[in-house]
């Protein structure tokens, strides 16, 4: 059993001296000193010696333990220590090299108008309600007050998908939707993308951005809608902002008004951007039509209401003084770094 020992000892030292990863090492430590490894066969052997020759060998045992826990611990902090320099190497990084620059985007102006606007109406206790930009031809006209032979189901200034579904032409299908589905009191804004039949221009475009809003409570009037209209405007465009109220005629609003805005650039003393005339248009609203109310199931009697709609595009022209439309989706990067 001596020679066995010997022979362990010599055996697992000339393995140890030809390992090189981290894997041969755990293949001798488990060959030699695992559960079943040579050492602890030996170890159970034991049993047959006589009481003179157990304590010898069980020295001996140990004594090749010791040595080859030892070993492989002395070897493996090496092999440590070597894979640990050869990482720093292939990680090192040369500081003299010139940097990369990061560059980082920016949300897009239309996006920056859209969010603005939805903070300001957010904080007078509004929420923001959203609906297909497919719809049935019901909830885009009909619950509209918009009848069957108006100009605006002309197939000139609407994409049909078919007979009954057209993509909107405006958001106010989310304000039937909600009127539907909703009992009054109502404050909702109706952000979202609109689809009409125009050709591309400076000013004009087949796809682009409105908000609308709608308010439904008992006892609203126009006072509150001009207030609301006043504040919006002095929130976007300044505190000196002023609007003014022209009458117009919209279907789902009775009475109705074009809002003016005095001019941004020339706070209302005319020039290039106002025309000379000091005003500039930026939106429609009105009283909630009761043809509109009783349709959608609310009763005019009890209850009425003011909407307003704006083209987002627009507010965006005015803000940031662009002239040409096309310039908010042709993703020029020259372009949009400037906002």
């Known amino acids: 059993m001596r020679e066995q020992l010997e022979s362990i000892r010599a055996n697992a030292e000339t393995e140890l001296s030809k390992a090189t990863t981290l894997q041969e090492f755990e293949a001798i430590r488990v060959k030699y000193l695992g559960k ?12 047959a010696l006589s009481a003179d020759e157990r304590p010898i060998i069980g020295q001996l045992a140990n004594e090749v333990r010791s040595f080859l826990e030892e070993k492989i611990e002395e070897l493996l902090t090496q092999l440590n220590e070597k894979l640990k320099i050869e990482a720093l190497e292939k990680e090192k990084i040369d500081i003299s090299l010139p940097g990369k620059k990061k560059f980082f985007g920016k949300k897009h102006p239309l996006t920056q108008v859209i969010d603005e606007l939805e903070e300001i109406f957010l904080g007078m206790g509004y929420q923001i309600a959203e609906g297909p930009e497919v719809e049935l031809d019901y909830f885009n006209f009909g619950a509209l007050n918009i009848p069957k032979n108006h100009p605006a ?7 049909y998908i078919n007979e009954d579904v057209v993509l909107r032409t405006q958001t106010s299908p989310v304000q039937a939707r909600v009127m539907k589905s909703q009992s009054p009191p109502i404050r909702i804004i109706c952000p979202g993308r609109v689809y009409r039949s125009d050709e591309v221009d400076a000013t004009h ?3 682009f951005n409105q908000i609308e809003g709608l308010v439904i409570d008992k006892g609203v009037n126009m006072g509150d809608l001009v207030g609301t209209l006043q504040l919006f405007a002095q929130r976007v465009f300044g505190e000196n902002t002023k609007i ?3 009458p117009h005629h919209f279907p789902f609003t009775e009475p109705s008004a074009e809002v003016d805005v005095t001019c941004w650039s020339c706070g209302g003393s005319g020039c290039r951007m106002c025309k000379g005339e000091g005003w500039v248009e930026i939106l429609g609203a009105g009283m909630v039509n009761p043809k509109v109310l009783i349709e959608c199931g609310i009763d005019p009697e009890v209850y009425t209401g003011f909407a307003f709609g704006m083209g987002i595009e627009r507010i965006a022209m005015a803000k940031f003084n662009i002239d040409d439309l096309r310039l908010l989706v042709e993703n020029d990067l020259r372009f949009l770094k400037q906002f």
């Open 36 to 47: 079943k490894g040579e050492l602890t066969s030996v170890l159970r052997g034991m049993g």
């Open 153 to 159: 189901r002309d197939v000139q200034d609407t994409f």
């Open 205 to 207: 475009s087949p796809v």
């Open 244 to 246: 003014r109220l022209r």
